[in-house]
């Protein structure tokens, strides 16, 4: 059932051409060392919700070691959740502190971070809703600012604004922010998320992210771009809890947003591994059940899915990310069997699959090589870091999107 | 089945305040005057494709002087077709002297005009689909200003541009014009419309057009507000083949457009008095049937229908105007029986039903009426031009939406 398409996967390979010298800067022919990958380029994420208790020495049945060691094993980008009204329930006591430790937790392990979202008109707090328009939009500016600030340094991408689409008619509970929405517009609202959190910090990268990915979609984008506020990518949510699109269709879907010449990021992605949820249900979140088990056969169809979904998507050049959403059964978005680990703990198929892809097929393992006349060692692989590693010593490199030649010093000095 | 909501038509009317003078300006008291209703200011339109051959004098089998009547006895406003590929077939040689003729035998029975579209990406002339987008963009932009500019002093309004929503994506068919959108952006497209219409005739309205009325609409209209595009009214089409949308519905969607403070134009409105066109066709064109005959049933249906539809309309202080998209079943848009008057000729209920509004429920009949102490009469109507008349000759006046007080000669002097 693999997709007959051969993917190419070109244009995520590069080269870097390595000199091995001597501490002198002779180079050192027919020399034996070790090249092996230590992080991929490309954006492999995964929500990281499940890790603040552990992060926070807090006991946690589902965010234990060992589903930490499966996910840092896969993943190198982590999405922490900032929804308002979780993370500022009470207002002025944000949860700053211990979501800096699951930061930090995070980073100490290799794996960068995405902050989700600075504006949302979902899970707001309950004591934004009665204040006026102005004084929302004061509150808002002021909560982009904080956060953006309190996690400089460790969060260097943003979901600077979600679901702008449906922002101002969302039907599906009060809440101040599509008030404000409607009362200002959708430009507005972006240009206010992107304005305040790039002025905090203007390293770090901000996105617009939407699960409507209709033409709708490409007019607001169409807008933004007009009224000139600068975007770092564009998010894009595919949650397929009615089953699969198919590369055909995802595809076509990824050409669409990616004329604009913004990079790509898939934010939001999952597959079941059970049965489908009924295709007449409009927001995912109307479908309650009170349970959606895992099945061997859905297990099966997940892990081909997902197989299918990665090879096509970083086929296309213009994505520079995947974020699945949820590492675990338990506790997964509605209910729904869509984690890579049973609730049990277990990888599911869909977990080696995509573990079998980023590092094994797309990953350059420890292998030995050895320098020619001229102490040369052209090293290709999936964009990312690498390291080189000569007797008991190691040197980084990166191979990138244009050839490199650099000169290492083999630690040991003379052959 | 009528709606329950008493509809307010206080918005739509007026009060003007007629003083009736002699030639030396003393009030007359006492005096007997008709005043009678000449237009109305809402635009109460339809499409007039099927006078062009009466108006140029060419054999037509459906525009006969007998519809001719039924027309221009309700509609003050008439859509003439500048579809590119029908109007210019052969390049350099635009249908333009026709269409001028037919515009001014309009203009003579009162019928204000609005051209539709000056920019689509459908009915485009096949000599433009081999061109280069530069060469495409250079020819688009040179019929707008020959047509806008050959039409000044007799239409004044245009659909600047039609379904921009759909336009870059379009995939029903080869075209010059969705190759260009895709090239440039949707707003790029508008901006290049409006402005080239605007700078050869400064005084007429331009519109944004279009089918999808769904949030992508509301996006884009967004994003050209925010590019600082000026549009004079926001054009709506409602295109009922597939059932009466409700008034709870329809007035719900114009209250999403009208937050933007524009004028709405309820552009294209069509209702079928036989069986309605199944609910799982998309595109409207993709129905095609060999015969869809007008029924007793539909057609009692469809005058109930076309009634709430323009109580619940007119009762909308955004909407300026509705346009039905036929007058005859004979010719009509995808064969269905939209026409409020058969293929044969003969009036429909539907007929009835809106003339009765437009020309007696809405309409000030010529009434006798006498100034009071102070040779004053208060005339409250919808607003729109009037006449009194006195004796054998007759004074123009309007109702506006702030009351006015004007002073009347007398035409046979003192009594």
């Known amino acids: 059932m693999h997709s007959a398409v051969p993917f190419s996967m070109a244009h995520r390979l590069g ?131 904080r956060d953006v600030a309190d996690f400089d340094g460790l969060i260097d991408t943003w979901d600077a604004i979600n679901e702008v689409v449906i922002m101002p008619v969302f039907a599906n509970g009060d809440n101040g922010i599509t008030r404000l929405a409607h009362a200002r517009g959708r430009i507005h609202m972006i240009r206010m998320a992107f304005e305040e959190a790039r002025a905090v910090n203007p390293r770090a990268r901000f996105l617009l992210n939407d699960f409507d990915l209709s033409s709708a979609y490409e007019c607001l984008i169409e807008g933004v771009l007009e009224a000139g506020i600068q975007i770092d990518a564009i998010g894009l949510q595919t949650h397929m809890h009615q089953g699969y699109w198919g590369e055909d269709v995802m595809l076509a879907m990824v050409d669409r947003f990616a004329r604009y010449g913004l990079p790509l990021q898939l934010t939001e992605t999952s597959l079941v591994s059970g049965h489908l949820m009924p295709a007449d249900i409009v927001d995912l979140n109307d479908y309650r059940i009170p349970e959606w088990p895992s099945t061997p056969e859905g297990e099966a169809r997940q892990a081909e899915e997902l197989e299918r979904h990665y090879r096509s998507l970083v086929s296309h ?85 244009a050839e490199l030649q650099i000169r290492i010093v083999h630690p040991a000095g003379d052959r």
């Open 317 to 401: 050049p213009a994505v520079e990310s995947i974020t699945y959403w949820g590492i675990s059964d338990a506790g997964a978005w509605l209910g729904a069997p869509i984690g890579l680990v049973r609730a049990d703990g277990t990888p599911k198929p869909s977990y080696h699959a995509l573990r079998s892809l980023v590092k094994d097929e797309w990953w350059l393992k420890p292998t030995t090589v050895v320098t020619d006349e001229d102490g040369r060692i052209p090293v290709t692989g999936f964009r990312g870091d690498y390291e080189l590693r000569a007797g008991a010593a190691s040197v980084p490199f990166a191979i990138g999107a």
């Open 15 to 145: 080269t870097t051409i390595v000199t091995v010298t001597d501490a002198t800067g002779r180079p050192l022919p027919h020399t034996e060392v070790v090249v092996t990958q230590t992080r991929h380029a490309f954006g492999f994420g995964n929500i990281g919700f499940d890790f603040l208790g552990l992060a926070n020495g807090e006991p946690d049945a589902i965010g234990t070691e060992g589903l930490a060691e499966l996910y840092t094993d896969v993943f190198n980008t982590a999405t922490l959740p900032f929804y308002w009204g979780r993370f500022e329930p009470e207002r002025g006591a944000p949860d700053t502190a211990r979501m800096q430790r699951t930061a930090r937790w995070f980073r100490e392990r290799g794996i960068a971070l995405k902050g989700h979202p600075l504006v949302w008109h979902t899970v707001q707090p309950d004591w934004l809703l009665d204040l006026p328009a102005d004084e929302i939009e004061r509150l808002q500016r002021e909560r982009i600012r």
